[in-house]
């Protein structure tokens, strides 16, 4: 018999050792960090901001310099420059929201919550 099943942190013998209580905490701590930044670098406010600011920019940029033949195709309206300016104040108006209300994932103690709800009352098993 394999002395490595009789150690105590080792019990199913595959060489894993189970973390202590200090350990555990540390790592639950480091995932929830991971899983906040996840969360804010995901975020559909930050996606679609930086893609209305970068389209924006190449809109404004090229209805700055349209020329008169393509003023005149949009009866006298610099229509790139406006639809640019327009695109680009969206885009920032979404990452400055991003930035002032930021994404905060649930804690362990609201995730708990959701899942029993209301304590089960209102299944249709819980009665």
């Given at each position: 018999m394999s002395d490595t099943h009789e150690?105590?942190?080792d019990p199913d013998g595959r060489g894993h050792r189970i973390p202590d209580t200090g350990e555990l905490a540390q790592q639950i701590e480091e995932l929830e960090r991971k899983s906040a930044t996840a969360s804010r670098l995901f975020?559909?406010?930050r996606l679609i901001?930086?893609?209305f600011v970068a389209y924006g920019l190449i809109l404004a940029?090229?209805?700055?310099?349209d020329s008169d033949a393509e003023i005149a195709k949009a009866e006298d309206v610099r229509i790139n420059l406006w639809t640019g300016l327009g695109m680009l104040a969206l885009g920032l108006f979404f990452l400055v929201w991003q930035l002032l209300r930021p994404v905060r994932p649930p804690s362990g103690e609201e995730l708990a919550e959701?899942?029993?709800?209301?304590?089960?009352?209102d299944?249709?098993?819980?009665?």
């Amino acid at each position: 018999m394999s002395d490595t099943h009789e150690r105590p942190d080792d019990p199913d013998g595959r060489g894993h050792r189970i973390p202590d209580t200090g350990e555990l905490a540390q790592q639950i701590e480091e995932l929830e960090r991971k899983s906040a930044t996840a969360s804010r670098l995901f975020d559909v406010r930050r996606l679609i901001g930086g893609l209305f600011v970068a389209y924006g920019l190449i809109l404004a940029i090229t209805g700055a310099f349209d020329s008169d033949a393509e003023i005149a195709k949009a009866e006298d309206v610099r229509i790139n420059l406006w639809t640019g300016l327009g695109m680009l104040a969206l885009g920032l108006f979404f990452l400055v929201w991003q930035l002032l209300r930021p994404v905060r994932p649930p804690s362990g103690e609201e995730l708990a919550e959701a899942i029993d709800g209301d304590g089960g009352q209102d299944r249709p098993d819980a009665r």
